[in-house]
Structures are given as structure tokens and as C-alpha cells.
């Protein structure tokens, strides 16, 4: 099950799930929350597509993958669709959180929680991880950071993931680039362009 809210389809995680998720034979059930979103979903590989905008979750969920329920989850969202995803999960499921979307620019204490329902934790046995690249990399031992990055270069390489080309900016547009980068859905990441040709992303 592949979670995205309508502003991170754009964003790399989100899309590189699905596509690695159809290369390995997962199916995913994806959720978004704007209808003009659902069709993106789809051309990149999503089997499935909820949209919170019309649409329950828990009830889709239900629908969709029947008594089997869903056994895993990632979610970039948090808050109250983080908390949704969780009680969607069968028993014994476990929910990969990497991102909180939700909290964007949030200052209220309650927004940047994802309420879990104790009875789903203790009697249904469901879990809830978190995941943080920077984290990863930082206990990963050099032998596994190098072999998963050479795993990754070869899924681009191969096509297997596709990868969006930055949009270029001169550093004189700084401001220009800084509120591309905060766009609900700006679709590219900024890139400083430097005169000796480099690129350098600039997040």
C-alpha cells in the first residue's frame, strides 16, 4: 500500500514506491487526496487509487483487498491519514512512516502526531516504523550504503526507476528557486546552475 497526498505525487519518494513496488510485483493500493491527481497515479504503475477527497479510506481499503487485508504499508503523509493508513493495516501489518507532509509548516502540537488507536497496537499486534535516509546512512556500514547505491544507479540506469530532471535556476534567482521548492505541487526540484557548469541541487 502506497501513500501519497495530492502535493507529494510530484515528489520523488512517492513515485519511486510505485514504480519500484510494479518492477518487484507488488501490488499498491495508493492514496491521494485530490481527484485530478488519480489518473498520475495510474500512468505511472499504481494498481490502485483512493482519493480522501471523495472517497473513505478504510472503507476502499476494505473493499479493495478484501479479508486478506494489507500487510504493509509506507506513508509520507502522517497526522490524521498516517493514523487512517495504520488502521487500514491487517493484523499484524506494519506501516513505514518516511515523511510528514501533513506537518508542513505546522506550529499546533496536535498536527504533528499521528493519533494510533491503542486497541489496533496491543490486541491486533500492528506497527508503526519510521525511516529517515540521512539516519540510514549514517549507520549503514560503507560496504551497504556503496551496494545500495549501485542497486539504485542500475534501476535508473535500466529505466526501472525514472528519475525527474531538476529545473535549472542561476543563483541570482535564488528566491525564484526558493518558492518553486515550497509549491504544493511544483512538480521538478530547482537546481542552482554555477558557471563552471555544475549542478548542485538545492535542497
Not at 24 to 43: P, Q, S, Y
Not at 149 to 164: C, F, K, Y
Not at 167 to 190: D, I, M, N, W, Y
Request: charged share 25%.
Amino acid at each position: 500500500m502506497a501513500v501519497a497526498d495530492g502535493r507529494g505525487l510530484h515528489r520523488r519518494p512517492g513515485r519511486l514506491v510505485i514504480q519500484l513496488s510494479r518492477h518487484l510485483g507488488i501490488r499498491t493500493i495508493n492514496v491521494v487526496r485530490r481527484r485530478d491527481a488519480v489518473e498520475e497515479i495510474k500512468v505511472l504503475g499504481g494498481d490502485e487509487v483512493i482519493c480522501t477527497e471523495d472517497e473513505d479510506l478504510l472503507q476502499r481499503v476494505a473493499e479493495i483487498a478484501g479479508p486478506v487485508g494489507v500487510r504493509k504499508a509506507v506513508d509520507c503523509v502522517a497526522g490524521p491519514v498516517g493514523a487512517q493508513v495504520s488502521q487500514a493495516l491487517a493484523p499484524g501489518g506494519e506501516v513505514v512512516v518516511y515523511g510528514a507532509l501533513s506537518t508542513h509548516r505546522q506550529t499546533d502540537p496536535a498536527a504533528l502526531t499521528i493519533p494510533l488507536q491503542a486497541r489496533s497496537v496491543i490486541y491486533e499486534t500492528k506497527a508503526v516504523r519510521g525511516f529517515w535516509l540521512n539516519r540510514w546512512f549514517g549507520t549503514a556500514s560503507p560496504e551497504d550504503a556503496l551496494r545500495t547505491l549501485s542497486q539504485v544507479r542500475g534501476l535508473v540506469a535500466d529505466e526501472v526507476l525514472s528519475i525527474p530532471r531538476g529545473q535549472p535556476f542561476p543563483l541570482e534567482r535564488f528566491a525564484e528557486a526558493v518558492s518553486l521548492a515550497e509549491a504544493p505541487a511544483h512538480g521538478t526540484k530547482p537546481l542552482f546552475v554555477f558557471e563552471d557548469g555544475r549542478d548542485e541541487d538545492d535542497r
